[in-house]
């Protein structure tokens, strides 16, 4: 059984950092991406960042590049959510999801990808920005 845990949120002041977790198991994919959505009160949820594991390729949603920084770890089946210079409009819900790939490995993938289209979703982890 596939099961994503998403870790690491908290509270921190403007212009703080923290370092969010997703640790999969039940992993046996070679082929898929992991993306990270957060969803704030009121409203909707939205793709934030993610990447696809055979070629590392990532995407960011414009208000977060080059604060935030996703990576992933495949001896350890897990990525990170690096996120720098936090603002209380990043504050959030974030979520980690798996979207399993069945295009072939030379698959020229698009990204982001749609929220539907992910496969496999963890629970959420609260971020609070706030002074």
């Known amino acids: 059984e596939v099961q994503l845990q998403a870790s690491g949120g908290g509270l921190v002041q403007p212009g703080g950092s923290l370092r969010l977790s997703c640790a999969g198991s039940g992993f046996t994919f070679d082929d898929y991406v992991i993306g990270w959505f957060r969803q704030a009160p009121g409203k909707e949820r939205e793709g934030v960042s993610c990447?696809?594991?055979?070629?590392?390729?990532?995407y960011y949603k414009k208000s977060v590049k080059d604060r935030f920084i996703i990576s992933m770890d495949n001896a350890k089946n897990t990525v990170y959510l690096q996120m720098d210079n936090l603002q209380p409009e990043d504050t959030g819900v974030y979520y980690c999801a798996a979207e399993i790939l069945r295009y072939g490995l030379d698959y020229r993938l698009a990204l982001p990808r749609p929220a539907a289209n992910y496969d496999y979703w963890g629970q959420g982890t609260q971020v609070t920005v706030s002074s």
């Open positions: 990447i696809r594991s055979t070629n590392g390729r990532t």
